[in-house]
Antibody, heavy 117, light 110 residues
Framework: EVQLLESGGGLVQPGGSLRLSCAAS????????MTWVRQAPGKGLEWVST??????YYADSVKGRFTISRDNSKNTLYLQMTSLRADDTALYYC????????????WGQGTLVTVSS | QSALTQPPSASGTPGQRVTISCSGSSSNIGTNTVSWYQQLPGTAPKVLIYSNSQRPSGVPDRFSGSKSGTSASLAISGPQSEDEADYYCATWDDSLDGWVFGGGTKLTVL
């Protein structure tokens, strides 16, 4: 059974940094593209970043501030977030992509990031 | 404003067929496949449809998806009370080089 477990969320001041982790199990982690999606309180889903093969992709709203990475030896996906702003406040989900951009097969339960002074 | 346009709400009775639309452009739906997600209150999204019309195992067959040109649709034949949720479409956008989601549609079962 595929499991994705996010961690690392919390309360951080504007301008601060945070690193999110997503521990994966139940599949060959290194073989799949992985994505971070966020959801602000009461709002819809917003794509944040994707790591596919050796390529990284970022939403314009986080480009230059967030960095996605993975450690295949630890079956873990990361999202390093810097220069955090109030509008980065959201529940952050990691998701396992299905092949050939066909969608997101599995989602974690999310970790909450709150940016506030 | 989302790159994909969905109606904010939809409703229907268990005897009806409800359709949720998702409108995009040539750089996203016009080129790539569409997936649909169901988000029950307080839970993580779950895939309902991938590759425009494929249903993962375990998803009831009352859910179906289709795509034509730059638009896609999710149909629910005879919605049940447990189907009350938010529904999102998504696809890859070649111009933005990233995934795009619709704004979401809240389904109410009357």
């Amino acid at each position: 059974e595929v499991q994705l477990l996010e961690s690392g969320g919390g309360l951080v001041q504007p301008g601060g940094s945070l690193r999110l982790s997503c521990a994966a199990s139940g599949f060959t982690f290194s073989s799949y593209a992985m994505t971070w999606v966020r959801q602000a309180p009461g709002k819809g889903l917003e794509w944040v970043s994707t790591l596919s093969g050796g390529s990284t992709y970022y939403a314009d709203s986080v480009k230059g501030r967030f960095t996605i990475s993975r450690d295949n030896s630890k079956n873990t996906l990361y999202l390093q977030m810097t220069s955090l702003r109030a509008d980065d406040t959201a529940l952050y989900y990691c998701a396992k992509e299905a092949p050939i951009l066909s969608g997101f097969e599995s989602w974690g339960q999310g970790t909450l990031v709150t940016v506030s002074s | 404003q989302s790159a994909l346009t969905q109606p904010p709400s939809a409703s229907g009775t268990p005897g009806q067929r409800v359709t949720i639309s998702c409108s995009g452009s040539s750089s996203n739906i016009g080129t790539n496949t569409v997936s649909w997600y169901q988000q029950l209150p307080g839970t993580a999204p779950k895939v309902l449809i991938y590759s425009n019309s494929q249903r993962p195992s375990g998803v009831p067959d009352r859910f179906s998806g289709s795509k034509s040109g730059t638009s896609a649709s999710l149909a629910i034949s005879g919605p049940q009370s447990e189907d009350e949720a938010d529904y999102y479409c998504a696809t890859w956008d070649d111009s933005l080089d990233g995934w795009v989601f619709g704004g979401g549609t809240k389904l109410t079962v009357l």
